[in-house]
Nanobody
Framework: HVQLVESGGGSVQDGGSLRLSCAAS????????LAWFRQAPGKEREGVAT???????TYADSVKGRFTISSDNAKNTLYLQMNDLKPEDSAMYYC????????????????WGQGTQVTVS
């Protein structure tokens, strides 16, 4: 089983930047597809970005050009660099992992972190 722990959330002003981290343990990190999701109050969880085993990435249209997902396999850590943040980016951000390529659809991912809050004002 993979354990995931997010960090790096916080409060920033409109146009600011944050880098989220997701530290993984307990499993074969490099054999998992990884993703970031977010959920705002009263809204459904939505996919933000994914990174595949081969390093290929996908992004939700709403974050393309502003967010960058990356993975450091030596550190078993997933990152999400978020630039030009907007108030509508405010949400709880979660990292997730699975042995299968599930893309941006959140249902089905086997492993989840506890989330880190991002607030943009």
């Amino acid at each position: 089983h993979v354990q995931l722990v997010e960090s790096g959330g916080g409060s920033v002003q409109d146009g600011g930047s944050l880098r989220l981290s997701c530290a993984a343990s307990g499993g074969a990190y490099s054999e998992h597809y990884l993703a970031w999701f977010r959920q705002a109050p009263g809204k459904e969880r939505e996919g933000v970005a994914t990174i595949a085993i081969d390093g290929s990435t996908t992004y939700a249209d709403s974050v393309k050009g502003r967010f960058t997902i990356s993975s450091d396999n030596a550190k078993n850590t997933l990152y999400l660099q978020m630039n030009d943040l907007k108030p509508e980016d405010s949400a709880m951000y979660y990292c997730a992992a699975d042995r299968y390529n599930l893309g941006l659809a959140w249902r089905g991912y086997s492993y989840w972190g506890q989330g880190t809050q991002v607030t943009v004002s």
